[in-house]
């Protein structure tokens, strides 16, 4: 039998190695980057072709004198709105990671997490240094327009006393509601972040990063929708867009008596609209995951960088489509596996589009406007009087 106790003792072994392996970087405390803050821009021809804007470095404390820093770069006119930060720092103070954040976004740029590489890297293919983003990095990074996941070995967090969820302040940071306002104003809800922060090593609550592009604390490229009401006689219109990537492709309805019409406009990012159409074969909605009227309806046209379509529905659906997790707008092209087109979830802006579903429901025949509410009787003088008295 000794055969069989080293084979199980060699298994918990190694059961425990993949354990260590799975957070190696988690294991303690990163050294971080503790010097002064470093700057470094990358705006070269290449960089811009490829990537369509400027790449800025940041590197080190974020402190008072590092938003100053940026502030004068933005000001000299070197960074332009689409500017990608890439963020390596594991020392500041959180109201400098909040002004940092709120300068971003002013500015329009977007952030994400990774190390400066020097040299000729794009020749060499050398692999990227891993980066930290801790407690000011971390707010500062909410504050890009678009921000993206991390990968690899790059890790994002906070010091457990920098949480936004705790009842208490700590000594020199900020207290807890304007933790969570700011982030309300980044559009990162604070129950939604608790959700990813839930890994606590060391005092550390380290992000997940599989969870944070599901719970809106990152978005890659993918903002939440908006919603617009034209109140038009006769014919109300609602506009729903969804911007990805800065292009922004829209779900237009107007409502009729009995029906709305539901139209899709895909923008598309290198105009190529004029060539795509004449090779459409056919567009569709889905619902969920059910799509509408499949090869039915003409086919999509180029409206200047757009295929648009449209699709008439029985008023009906219209409730069932305003609710829906996933609305979208599927193009199906000759001689290309890969279907085209745009998705949103109407239910996100629903508090938006009651005011059109109900002057829509007005339109219909046989509608019945519900009873004004009636208003509760007052008291008699006698009951008002005996009331003060009690």
Same mark, same amino acid.
């Given at each position: 039998?000794?055969?069989?106790?080293?084979?199980?003792?060699?298994?918990?072994?190694?059961?425990?190695? $993949?354990?260590?392996?799975?957070?190696?970087?988690?294991?303690?405390?990163?050294?971080?980057?503790?010097?002064?803050?470093?700057?470094?821009?990358?705006?070269?021809?290449?960089?811009?072709?490829?990537?369509?804007?400027?790449?800025?470095?940041?590197?080190?404390?974020?402190?008072?004198?590092?938003?100053?820093?940026?502030?004068?770069?933005?000001?000299? $006119?070197?960074?332009?709105?689409?500017?990608?930060?890439?963020?390596?720092?594991?020392?500041?103070?959180?109201?400098?990671?909040?002004?940092?954040?709120?300068?971003?976004?002013?500015?329009?740029?977007?952030?994400?997490?990774? +190390?400066?590489?020097? $040299?000729?890297?794009?020749?060499?293919?050398?692999?990227?240094?891993?980066?930290?983003?801790?407690?000011?990095?971390?707010?500062?990074?909410? $504050?890009?327009?678009?921000?993206?996941?991390?990968?690899?070995?790059?890790?994002?967090?906070?010091?457990?006393?920098?949480?936004?969820?705790?009842?208490?302040?700590?000594?020199?940071?900020?207290?807890?509601?304007?933790?969570?306002?700011?982030?309300?104003?980044?559009?990162?809800?604070?129950?939604?972040?608790?959700?990813?922060?839930?890994?606590?090593?060391?005092?550390?609550?380290?992000?997940?990063?599989?969870?944070?592009?599901?719970?809106?604390? +990152?978005?890659?490229?993918?903002?939440?929708?908006?919603?617009?009401?034209?109140?038009?006689?006769?014919?109300?219109?609602?506009?729903?867009?969804?911007?990805?990537?800065?292009?922004?492709?829209?779900?237009?309805?107007?409502?009729?008596?009995? @029906?709305?019409?539901?139209?899709?406009?895909?923008?598309?990012?290198?105009?190529?609209?004029?060539?795509?159409?004449?090779?459409?074969?056919?567009?569709?909605?889905?619902?969920? @995951?059910?799509?509408?009227?499949?090869?039915?309806?003409?086919?999509? @046209?180029?409206?200047?960088?757009?295929?648009?379509?449209?699709?008439?529905?029985?008023?009906?659906?219209?409730?069932?489509?305003?609710?829906?997790?996933?609305?979208?707008?599927?193009?199906?092209?000759?001689?290309?596996?890969?279907?085209?087109?745009?998705?949103?979830?109407?239910?996100?802006?629903?508090?938006?589009?009651?005011?059109?579903?109900?002057?829509?429901?007005?339109?219909?025949?046989?509608?019945?406007?519900?009873?004004?509410?009636?208003?509760?009787?007052?008291?008699?003088?006698?009951?008002?009087?005996?009331?003060?008295?009690?």
């Amino acid at each position: 039998m000794p055969h069989l106790f080293v084979n199980r003792r060699l298994q918990r072994l190694l059961a425990a190695a $993949g354990c260590m392996l799975a957070i190696p970087a988690m294991a303690k405390t990163p050294p971080g980057f503790a010097g002064p803050l470093t700057v470094h821009l990358r705006s070269d021809r290449m960089t811009l072709r490829m990537a369509k804007a400027p790449q800025l470095y940041l590197a080190g404390t974020i402190d008072a004198g590092a938003v100053a820093q940026v502030q004068q770069l933005l000001q000299s $006119g070197r960074l332009s709105p689409g500017t990608d930060v890439y963020l390596d720092s594991s020392h500041g103070d959180v109201a400098s990671g909040m002004a940092l954040g709120k300068l971003f976004r002013n500015a329009r740029f977007n952030t994400h997490l990774g +190390a400066w590489r020097s $040299g000729s890297w794009r020749a060499s293919g050398s692999s990227a240094l891993p980066a930290t983003c801790l407690d000011a990095c971390a707010y500062a990074y909410l $504050g890009g327009v678009y921000r993206w996941s991390p990968s690899g070995a790059d890790r994002i967090g906070l010091h457990e006393n920098l949480l936004p969820d705790r009842t208490t302040t700590a000594p020199g940071t900020p207290p807890p509601q304007q933790l969570r306002d700011y982030m309300a104003s980044m559009g990162v809800r604070p129950v939604y972040f608790a959700q990813v922060s839930q890994l606590v090593m060391n005092g550390i609550a380290w992000w997940n990063t599989e969870k944070m592009a599901p719970w809106l604390v +990152a978005n890659n490229g993918r903002l939440p929708p908006t919603a617009s009401y034209r109140k038009a006689p006769g014919a109300p219109v609602l506009t729903l867009t969804q911007e990805v990537r800065g292009n922004r492709s829209l779900m237009v309805l107007q409502c009729a008596s009995g @029906k709305f019409s539901l139209t899709a406009r895909y923008v598309q990012s290198d105009s190529s609209a004029e060539r795509l159409a004449p090779r459409t074969m056919y567009a569709y909605f889905e619902v969920g @995951k059910q799509a509408l009227g499949m090869r039915q309806g003409a086919r999509p @046209k180029a409206d200047g960088d757009a295929l648009v379509f449209t699709r008439e529905l029985p008023f009906t659906e219209l409730d069932t489509v305003l609710r829906a997790p996933l609305l979208a707008a599927r193009i199906e092209v000759m001689g290309s596996p890969v279907r085209l087109g745009f998705w949103l979830d109407p239910a996100v802006v629903e508090p938006q589009t009651r005011a059109f579903y109900a002057d829509c429901q007005a339109l219909q025949p046989g509608y019945v406007p519900p009873p004004p509410t009636a208003k509760p009787a007052k008291r008699s003088l006698w009951k008002r009087i005996k009331g003060v008295f009690k």
